[in-house]
């Protein structure tokens, strides 16, 4: 056989063994070549009587198949090709489920590595499913995450499998599951060492097909979860409540905003219902519908943006970064406890936590054992690997342990001399070449560096909280940063498992900076009359995950006041809000941290709806209620003007880190794309028209960026 992206080879007890690697590439992803491999293969096997078991397997080193090849995605251009192509994908994948269900030959997948999307699908279509017990090994269906559905089967096979409301869990979250945690629903039929894998399941076909049976797993039908399961959805009554409460909680968490999952539901409803020939049907209508639309567009935007920061060193020049062994951290708050987690936890690296005294270190050192013994009762680590992993961060209330690091990050108080403080000790007790990272989220980092003997040698690393959480680094550069600090910098960010933006220095860089008007916007909507919740509401129903009043008391009102001070020094009237918010410090409101905000709390800093006597505090008057479109408008558009400015002014090194950063860091809704995204999906032009009439109601605030004037009078474009 002529082939291309699958090795074949089949052994003297008739067992085929097929390994998938697809040519010129690191992952194994499914495209048309690829289909075409399988199809051949498949084909083949049916027909050879010598084969008696087959086992589907990798020869990539991490990953068996980790979806489908999203770039053929964009070549699908209209609904009835898309639709068409997935029909192919499902006669492909039946094929393969006929070698055991009609021709009587077990197939056991041997999985290794992401076994994600379309790789999922392509083991359901398996008469039996191994895992090992790597690190590395994940299963799911996340399709929904880039605005379609599971199209090879996945809306009808899982839930046959698994069950419709564990089925359902997993696709309309997207989320994936560890091998153990696979096992224990039924999605995976054993858990073997690494090292066994392909044996295992050689001897697994060989059973199967001595036992004349497929090989399939079989539920304990006496367990109370599996009673409780026929209970619920196996009477039509049951899956009717099953659908309608699956169908309110998307709602509830989207807002309407995400398509993708409500048409998951209806696929996964109608293959129940109707069986599974209209389930396919409708599985490959859907896609066809979905992957056309903006919102998959937009999602899949932000993943391709996302795979090339992947390989983008941060800088223009051809530089090697460091390598970073060990590394220091200022400071064993929520912040520094949180990037010594991920230095330890994903970069592997050894850590020094200085702190002021020895209770700071020990609740930064419980900080990381948290964290860590998180993932050992998940079995993301062995004992011992979290042991191992524990004994390389220590605490120190001294300067001990500094000499030997290679990279010191700075998480302390936001006060630009104590910052240049801590650039001076380290310099006197650091090796010489050691890099210093500012963890700052507003203060410039050349004002930093101007305590540095080096400031070739400083640069800003800005970490979103809780760090171990938030996907966004963003790297600060100035005008005297080497290109090798930043190469090292970039480097370590993605060892932590960071997608890595480079900025340009200045005051608030760039989410915080575009943060900023966003956030005076919602007080001036305040003065104008509007109610907390109306204003927050608006917000997280236009996409972001939480409104501007409820994210200001999670920061700390005092802390945006700081940075609000920094913003106006720097840029004048346009950052200011209203003047009125200032009262809201002078009466030692600070948000959920000291139980005072926009919002009510608890003793226990539960929050319980609007503390009605901030407009009291406030000065203002009777409230009212303002359209929710405008506060929308007035919001969005405040952020999206100040996005343009960033990059007009070359804070950003393009408009596809200003989107990464938006939607990664702020919570922009993915499903816009990003600030330039957005941009180009409503057409520059009509942006311009609409800060035009907010200038001309609200005041110069408003005046568009002179980048997006120039992109409307040529007619052009920000990412596509």
């Known amino acids: 056989m002529d082939l291309t992206h699958l090795r074949l080879d089949i052994d003297d007890d008739g067992v085929a063994t097929v390994l998938m690697d697809r040519a010129g590439e690191r992952m194994n992803t499914l495209g ?62 039946a094929k393969l489920e006929d070698l055991h269900r009609v021709h009587g030959k077990p197939v056991v997948a041997a999985i290794h590595g992401a076994c994600l999307g379309g790789g999922n699908e392509l083991a359901l279509c398996a008469s039996m499913r191994l895992a090992d017990d790597d690190s ?66 050689r001897s697994r076909a060989l059973e199967a097909r001595a036992a004349k049976s497929d090989g399939g797993g079989i539920k304990d039908f006496l367990s109370p979860e599996h009673l409780q399961q026929l209970a619920l959805e196996q009477n039509p009554m049951g899956r009717r409540l099953l659908f309608k409460k699956a169908e309110e909680r998307i709602l509830a968490e989207t807002k309407g905003n995400y398509p993708a999952p409500l048409k998951a539901l209806a696929a996964v409803k109608i293959g129940v219902e109707q069986g599974h020939e209209a389930g396919y049907a409708a ?20 993943f391709f943006a996302t795979q090339e920061l992947k390989k983008d060193s941060g800088v223009d020049a051809s530089v090697e970064p460091r390598p970073v062994r060990k590394v220091g951290i200022l400071g064993g708050g929520l912040m520094g406890s949180g990037i010594a987690t991920e230095s330890v936890r994903r970069a592997g690296s050894t850590v020094r936590i200085k702190e002021l005294d020895d209770a700071a270190i020990r609740r930064a050192l419980q900080y990381v054992w948290r964290v860590v013994d998180r993932d050992r009762r998940r079995r993301r680590l062995r004992d011992f690997e979290a042991e191992r992993l524990l004994h390389k961060v220590t605490g120190t209330t ?96 993605k060892a932590q498992g960071k997608t890595v933006i480079v900025v340009d220095d200045g005051p ?105 006597t901030v407009y009291e505090t406030l000065g203002v008057g009777p409230r009212k209620r303002i359209a929710r479109e405008e506060i929308q408008e007035r919001c969005a558009l405040a952020m999206i003007n100040e996005a343009a400015r960033c990059l007009e002014e070359g804070i950003l090194r393009s408009a596809r880190d200003g989107d990464v950063g938006a939607v990664m860091g702020l919570g922009f809704p993915p499903f816009r794309g990003g600030p330039f995204w957005y941009v180009d999906e409503v057409g520059p032009r009509e942006i311009v028209e609409r800060l035009d009439r907010l200038a001309d109601e609200h005041g110069p605030r408003f005046e568009a960026a002179g980048i997006l004037r120039d992109y409307a009078e040529a007619g052009k474009r920000f990412r596509h």
């Not at 599985?283 to 567009?297: C, H, I, P």
């Not at 608030?508 to 900023?516: C, K, P, Q, S, V």
Request: aromatic share 6%; no cysteine; net charge negative.
């Open 32 to 93: 048309p070549e690829v289909l075409a491999d399988v199809e051949a293969v498949a084909d083949h096997l049916a027909a050879n009587d010598d084969v008696v078991a087959v086992v589907w397997g990798s020869a990539k080193p991490d990953n068996f198949l980790a979806g489908a090849d999203i770039r053929f995605f964009e070549t699908l251009d209209d609904p009835a090709t898309a639709e068409a192509a997935i029909l192919e994908v499902h006669r492909i994948f």
């Open 136 to 201: 590395a090994t994940t299963l799911g269906q996340p399709e929904v995450k880039l605005g379609v559905i599971p199209a090879g089967g996945g809306t009808q096979r899982l839930p046959e499998l698994v069950g419709i409301q564990v089925a359902l869990d997993l696709i309309l979250t997207g989320r994936s599951l560890r091998p153990h945690r696979a096992r224990k629903i039924g999605l995976v039929d054993e858990v073997v060492p690494k090292e066994l894998l392909l044996e295992v399941a």
């Open 283 to 302: 599985e490959a209508r859907f896609f066809g519908q979905l992957v056309v639309g903006s919102e998959s567009k937009a999602l899949r935007s932000i």
């Open 398 to 493: 001294d300067w001990t342990g500094f000499g030997n690091v290679d990279l010191v990050v700075e998480a302390v108080f936001e006060d630009l001399d104590l910052k240049r403080e801590m650039v001076r000790e380290v310099e006197r007790v650091a090796p010489e070449g050691t890099i210093f990272a500012s963890n700052t989220s507003s203060l410039p980092i050349a004002s930093i560096a101007e305590a540095s003997h080096h400031p070739e040698l400083v640069v800003g690393m800005h970490y979103f909280s809780p760090v171990e959480k938030m996907p966004l680094l963003e790297v600060i550069r100035t005008d005297e940063t080497a290109d090798e600090a930043v190469a090292t910098a970039v480097a370590y960010g």
């Open 508 to 612: 608030g860089f760039y989410t915080t900076r575009i943060l900023a008007p966003y956030s005076n916007e919602a007080a001036h909507l305040l003065a104008d009359g509007a109610r907390v919740e109306d204003v927050d509401e608006a917000m997280v129903r236009w996409g972001f995950p939480v409104g501007p009043f409820l994210l200001m008391d999670e920061v700390g009102i005092d802390v945006g006041a700081k940075i609000a001070k920094i913003m106006v020094d720097a840029f004048g009237d346009r950052m200011a809000g209203p003047p009125m918010m200032e009262r809201l410090v002078a009466d030692d409101r600070k948000g959920r941290k000291n139980r005072r905000g926009f919002y009510h709390y608890d003793a226990k800093g539960n929050r319980d709806g609007v503390d009605e």
